[in-house]
């Protein structure tokens, strides 16, 4: 017992470690007042922007805005959900042609943009529960039969959709209150849509 218990460990020692590492907290970008602060600060410069910005400048940033929209969606799509979506634009265009109806019919703006969002939103529910029956590739075929369908379509549907030609529709002013040119208007909300997908 005495053998035993004169037995000692033998002392373990540790790399030593910087205090700059345990006291500093969490990393530059994990701390909330960035985690908030660059978000809104993103908002409040692409909604500064479009005001003091060229025309030719605002229509290039509306039209990035755009396709931020059509890639944000299809990351929502594929990169969250891992669903195969190959009709993606399909969506993008329906929008687009709500937008451009609403817009050469001189429908308000507000209503423009919630039938811009509701509509579409509405066709990939019919679509997605028509395609929830089916899984795997079935799901990627229904999809790219989309655009497929949506062009004979449009071409068919030429009063509401311009035909083979397409709808072209601007703004004949910006919207009241906003003190701004008809593209600094549209640049705006292609961002605000683009920064309500990403949420």
């Known amino acids: 017992m005495a053998s035993s218990s004169s037995k000692t460990s033998a002392p373990t020692t540790s ?5 700059a590492t ?54 929502v799509v ?57 899984g795997g590739l079935a799901i990627a075929m229904v999809t790219i039969a989309l655009p497929i369908v949506g062009v004979p379509l449009a071409k068919r549907l030429s009063d509401y959709t311009g035909g083979s030609q397409g709808l072209s529709a601007r703004f004949v002013s910006a919207p009241e209150g906003a003190g701004s040119t008809t593209t600094s208007g549209s640049c705006t909300s292609c961002w605000s849509s683009a920064a309500s997908c990403s949420c």
């Open 15 to 19: 790399a030593p470690t910087s205090s």
């Open 22 to 75: 345990t006291s500093s907290g969490p990393s530059f970008r994990q701390r909330p007042w960035v985690r908030w602060g660059a978000p809104l600060l993103l908002v409040v410069g692409l909604a500064v922007l479009p005001l003091v910005m060229t025309e030719g400048a605002n229509d290039t940033l509306a039209r990035i805005g755009v396709f931020a929209v059509a890639v944000l969606g299809l990351n």
């Open 78 to 134: 594929m990169g969250y959900t891992g669903q195969v979506s190959l009709g993606q634009i399909f969506f993008l265009g329906f929008g687009a042609y709500v937008t451009a109806y609403g817009v050469s019919q001189g429908w308000n703006i507000v209503l423009v943009f919630v039938l811009t969002c509701l509509l579409p939103a509405l066709a990939g529910l019919v679509v997605a529960l028509a395609a929830a029956r089916l």
